[in-house]
């Protein structure tokens, strides 16, 4: 717990000094909160340097259990210190800003926020800040964690060990060294990319924010339909697909081991999905009465809400883009999600793809019930532990989603919009939800629900970057004895 303590000190630091900046935006645009944001740093600086004096002749190791804690300590505790300047700026309760301040740190999507104009700049820009810091922590949390334990089936340590020549165990701080000159780097060419299209300062770092962090949420309420410039979608289509990619795999082409990357065939089957979704969703429009659209136009909104769905994004091209699609496909896609080591949400494509490449293989059993035949998908060994750890995944998954469907089931209007906000929830795509795919139902609103039926969504988007197995390992203690 000392390895613990230490590390969600040090985070608490980093995050007082955004919100210390935040502080200083609402002084200078003379916004109201700038005192709250203010002593919300100090206080916050106050509990980290306190609990770093406290640690810091003591040693303590960041072993697995450990490393797990953590996740759960800073997914959980993040969004509770992140609330008290969204309470304090906007018109939200404390319960209200607290599932906001989750909704933007899971890079869920805005949930009751809609008019953003009226939103000080101030908290408009911590919320966004949230969400990029929320990706950021996505990516450690794979490759620092999830990934070398091998976490309900996931590629282990031997890819990273393939991509720096090491094989022992990565620590956050390596993991850190490796992800933010990727991370931060692709968002800082997406903003210069933005700003030469004509966009301001704060909208471009929000877009590319919420490109990189695969978020639903954006600066300007009315989305993307308020920028209407085909070469902005055409930039966050290039860093959405980069937020819904490997980091490893960037690594590994910006390193020129094309060969090695080629191998990794997820990345690949995520581009021929965009490209395939993309296709029928401008043929549904393009050919939908009175849509007005040219075939142009059709191709620029159907990539751009195919490459949107596939990367948990939720961010449509215009008012209607998801509900021209049958609600079941876009649910099996966002269920999926993206390649692993990425900040897309879902179960990952790499894990649906051992799934079929199991299911085929006991198929062709049934005719050849004596073959063997060495399982491989790309350049990864599928080895028989594997295959289980994601049978579990899938299954802890279905159970987990089934169960939060009946918590929530009473408090909605009918199953479909309970069964559908789970899986938005789950899945880190909350604008999903907001599609009205029944117009004779009227869905609410989250900030509008039960207190109970809130926090069982908080949970969900916690469990949908957290990975559901950690929390149930952490609950187990007799596995860790083993």
């Known amino acids: ?79 509770i210190i992140a609330a008290v300047p969204i309470a304090a700026t906007t018109t939200l309760g404390p319960v209200h800003a607290w599932l906001e301040a989750v909704s933007a740190f899971t890079t869920t999507g805005p949930v009751q926020i809609h008019d953003i104009g009226n939103v000080p700049r101030a908290t408009l820009g911590w919320l966004l800040t949230l969400q990029w810091a929320g990706g950021l922590l996505t990516l450690v949390g794979f490759v620092a964690v999830l990934g070398p334990a091998g976490l309900g089936g996931l590629p282990d340590h031997s890819a990273r060990a393939n991509l720096l020549a090491a094989t022992q165990q990565t620590t956050l701080d390596d993991a850190l060294r490796l992800v933010l000159p990727i991370y931060l780097g692709a968002t800082v060419l997406c903003t210069l990319a933005l700003l030469l299209m004509g966009v301001r300062l704060f909208e471009a770092v929000g877009l590319a924010g919420a490109a990189l962090a695969t978020g639903g949420l954006l600066p300007d309420g009315d989305g993307i339909a308020a920028y209407g410039h085909f070469g902005i979608k055409a930039v966050l289509i290039v860093f959405m697909l980069m937020g819904g990619t490997s980091v490893l795999w960037h690594r590994m082409l910006l390193t020129r081991r094309f060969r090695l990357a080629l191998g990794q065939y997820e990345n690949i089957v995520l581009f021929a999905i965009c490209g395939a979704l993309g296709i029928a969703a401008a043929a549904i429009g393009f050919r939908t009465e009175g849509s007005g659209m040219s075939l142009p136009i059709a191709l620029e909104d159907g990539l751009f809400t195919a490459v949107s769905l596939v990367t948990t994004t939720g961010i449509e091209p215009h008012g209607g883009a998801f509900a021209s699609l049958p609600v079941t496909l876009v649910l099996a896609i966002v269920f999926i999600g993206g390649a692993t080591f990425s900040t897309a949400g879902g179960i990952k494509i790499y894990r649906a793809g051992v799934m079929v490449l199991q299911s085929l293989r006991e198929l062709e059993r049934l005719v050849h019930p004596s073959a063997v035949h060495p399982r491989r998908l790309g350049q990864q060994n599928v080895t028989l532990q594997m295959m289980k750890a994601i049978w579990i995944m899938f299954g802890v998954a279905c159970s987990t989603i089934a169960a939060l469907t009946v918590v929530i089931a009473p408090a909605m209007p009918s199953f479909e919009s309970a069964f559908v906000a789970v899986m938005a929830a789950l899945a880190n795509v909350g604008p999903v939800y907001a599609v009205n795919w029944q117009p004779d139902v009227n869905w609410p609103e989250w900030g509008t629900l039960p207190a109970y039926a809130q926090i069982a969504l908080a949970i969900a988007m916690v469990l949908g970057r957290l990975e559901i197995l950690v929390v149930l390992g952490l609950a187990n203690f007799a596995l860790w004895r083993r």
């Open 1 to 79: 717990m000392i390895a613990v303590a230490r590390h969600s000190a040090q985070t608490a630091g980093v995050m007082a000094g955004f919100l210390l900046l935040s502080g200083l935006v609402s002084v200078f645009r003379n916004e109201p909160g700038a005192d709250v944001f203010l002593m919300t740093a100090l206080l916050t600086v106050f509990g980290a340097g306190a609990v770093h004096l406290a640690v810091r002749n003591r040693a303590g190791r960041l072993d697995r259990l450990a490393s797990y804690g953590l996740l759960l300590v800073l997914w959980i505790g993040v969004p």
